[in-house]
C-alpha cells in the first residue's frame, strides 16, 4: 500500500543522477538587499514566528536552498557549521507539512536524522516553536532520554521527528515507529554521521522511508561514504555550497603556538583564565576531566563534556556554558559537536586535532553567525610536523609562534596574542547545576556505588566510567590513545 501524505509530490528524476551544477554562495551572511523569508515563500505564520525571535534576514544557504526544498526537490548542500543550516532545512520542511492535518499513531511524516544528542535537542529548540506556530507536533528521539516518553509521543501522534540514528533505529525495530510515510527526510553533518560508523542505520532507516520522498543532505564534506548515500537515495539533487568544506571564514583567526612540555599546561590555564567563552578541545574523555580539574585547581571555572557524563550532567553543563556560568568548556571531538554557541570567541585546541576533519570541525565552533573568533593550538616542539599537515590538510594559513620559555617574556607574548592573564591561583569547585530535565533517562537495574561498567549509547563516545575529581599527574593520556571514540 502506498504511503498517503500531506506533503506534495515532488518532480520526478533520475536517482543516479547528480550532474547538476554546484550553485556556490561567497559567505554565510545575506547578500545586502537579499529577498526576506516572506519573499522566499514562506507561511506568514512561520514568517511571524521567526520575528518574534528576531530572526528576519536570511542568510545565504537559507536564500539559496529554500526555495527549491519548498518546491519538493531533493538537495545537497555544504555548508559549514554555524551558517544557519536548521532553518535552511527547517523552515521549508515544516512548510510542507502546513496543512498536514492531525497526527497519525506511530506514522511521523518528516524525519530530520542528526549525528549526536546534543545537535538533536539544539535542532529540536530551533523547530519546537516554528512548529507550534503551524499546529505542528513535534518529537526528540535520541539516546541517554527516556524511552517511554518518545515511545508515547509516537503513539500519540507527531508530524516530525529528530533523531539520532541508534535510538530510532531500536523504536524502529521494536515496531513504536513505522518509517514508510515519511515523505521528507533531512541528513544534517552526513560527514559526521559516517565517521561515528552510523551508515548501517542511516542506509536502514532511508530504505524504510517512501522511496520517492524527498531528501535533503547537509555536510561539510561529500567523502566517499556520503557520496555513496547520494547516489543511491537522492534523485537528481539541486547542490548548493556555501563556503567550501576546506575554505577557511574571514573572520577566523588561525594561531599555532609551540610550547616546551613543561609549560603546556601552565601556557592552558593562562589563556583559560581570559574573559569571555572559551572552548577547549581535548582527545579522550580522561584528558578533558584532567584538564578541567586542573583548571579549577588555579582558580579557572571550567568543567568538562565527554559521553562518559550521564545525558543530564551534559545538559546542565552545556546549559551553563551557553548562560556563562561556566566560562570554560572542556570537550572531546564527539560532544562538542552538538555545541551551537554564537559568542565563542576562542577555540584553544590543547590537544591537536587528529585530521583536518576534526580541525575543520573545532574551528566550526567559533567566528559563528557572521561572528570573528580565533583558533589556538598549542604544539609542542615534536608536533610540529603533524600540525603543520593538519593546517594544510584544512586549507587555512595557520600564524606561527615560539614560546622558549615559561617565563615573563613569553608570558606576555601569550597575553597579547589571546587576552590571557595570570589565574588566581585559588581553587574553584565544580559547580552543580539544576535544568529542567526532558524526562529520566532508562537507568536499567541499579548497580553497587563504585561499580564499574559501560557509561555510554550508541548516540555518543563509548569507553569506560568518566573520572571524578582531579588526577594523579603521573596518569597519561597515551595509554588512552585507543579508546575509541564514536
Not at 76 to 104: I, N, Q
Not at 346 to 354: F, I, N
Request: proline content about 6%.
Amino acid at each position: 500500500m502506498t504511503a498517503r501524505s500531506s506533503l506534495p509530490a515532488r518532480p520526478d528524476g533520475d536517482a543516479n543522477q547528480t550532474t547538476t551544477p554546484i550553485v556556490a554562495a561567497a559567505n554565510t551572511e545575506a547578500p545586502e538587499g537579499g529577498p526576506s523569508f516572506a519573499e522566499l515563500g514562506l507561511p506568514k505564520p512561520l514568517t511571524a514566528a521567526l520575528a518574534r525571535t528576531g530572526i528576519t534576514t536570511p542568510f545565504a544557504i537559507q536564500i539559496e536552498t529554500i526555495p527549491d526544498a519548498l518546491a519538493g526537490r531533493d538537495v545537497l548542500a555544504r555548508a559549514r557549521t554555524g551558517s544557519g543550516k536548521t532553518l535552511a532545512f527547517g523552515l521549508p520542511m515544516l512548510a510542507r507539512l502546513a496543512d498536514a492535518g492531525p497526527a497519525r499513531s506511530r506514522r511521523p511524516l518528516a524525519l530530520v536524522l542528526v549525528p549526536t544528542r546534543e545537535l538533536a535537542m539544539q535542532v529540536h529548540d530551533a523547530l519546537e516553536p516554528l512548529a507550534h506556530s503551524l499546529q505542528l507536533k513535534l518529537k526528540l528521539v535520541a539516546g541517554g532520554l527516556s524511552m517511554s516518553h518518545q515511545i508515547s509521543a509516537l503513539q500519540g501522534g507527531v508530524h516530525l521527528v529528530v533523531a539520532t540514528p541508534g535510538r530510532l533505529a531500536d523504536l524502529v525495530r521494536r515496531g513504536n515507529c513505522e518509517l514508510g510515510h515519511i515523505q521528507a527526510t533531512v541528513l544534517d553533518e552526513a560527514d559526521h554521521m559516517a565517521d561515528m560508523g552510523f551508515l548501517p542505520e542511516v542506509t536502514a532507516i532511508l530504505e524504510g522511508t517512501a522511496p520517492r520522498g524527498q531528501r535533503l543532505l547537509f555536510s561539510a564534506t561529500l567523502d566517499s561514504d556520503v557520496d555513496a548515500l547520494v547516489r543511491r537515495f537522492m534523485h537528481d539533487p539541486v547542490r548548493h555550497s556555501v563556503v567550501a568544506s576546506k575554505e577557511s571564514v574571514a573572520t577566523m583567526e588561525h594561531l599555532v603556538l609551540q610550547v616546551p612540555p613543561n609549560a603546556k599546561y601552565q601556557t592552558a590555564a593562562r589563556i583559560a583564565a581570559r574573559e569571555g567563552r572559551t572552548l577547549v578541545f581535548v582527545r579522550t574523555k580522561l584528558a578533558a576531566d584532567r584538564v578541567a580539574a586542573q583548571l579549577r585547581e588555579v582558580g579557572v571555572l571550567a568543567c568538562a563534556l565527554h559521553g562518559g557524563k550521564s545525558q543530564h550532567e551534559r545538559n546542565s553543563v552545556l546549559a551553563g556554558f551557553k548562560d556563562g556560568t561556566v566560562p570554560v568548556l572542556v570537550a572531546t571531538d564527539v560532544a562538542a559537536r552538538g555545541i551551537h554557541v554564537d559568542d565563542v570567541n576562542l577555540v584553544l585546541q590543547v590537544d591537536p586535532a587528529g585530521d583536518s576533519k576534526d580541525y575543520l570541525h573545532r574551528a566550526g565552533r567559533t567566528a559563528r553567525a557572521g561572528g570573528s573568533g580565533t583558533v589556538l593550538t598549542l604544539a609542542l616542539p615534536h608536533q610540529r610536523r603533524e600540525v603543520e599537515r593538519l593546517t594544510t590538510g584544512a586549507g587555512v594559513s595557520a600564524a606561527w609562534h615560539q614560546m622558549h620559555r615559561d617565563d615573563e617574556p613569553g608570558r606576555r607574548m601569550v597575553d597579547e596574542l589571546t587576552g590571557g592573564r595570570e589565574p588566581s591561583g585559588i581553587g574553584v569547585s565544580e559547580p552543580r547545576f539544576r535544568t529542567e530535565r526532558r524526562g529520566a533517562p532508562n537507568r536499567g537495574p541499579r548497580r553497587p556505588a563504585g561499580s564499574g561498567g559501560y557509561r555510554g549509547t550508541r548516540d555518543g563516545e563509548h569507553g569506560r566510567p568518566a573520572a571524578r575529581g582531579p588526577q594523579r599527574r603521573g596518569s597519561s593520556d597515551r595509554a588512552r590513545q585507543g579508546e575509541r571514540q564514536h
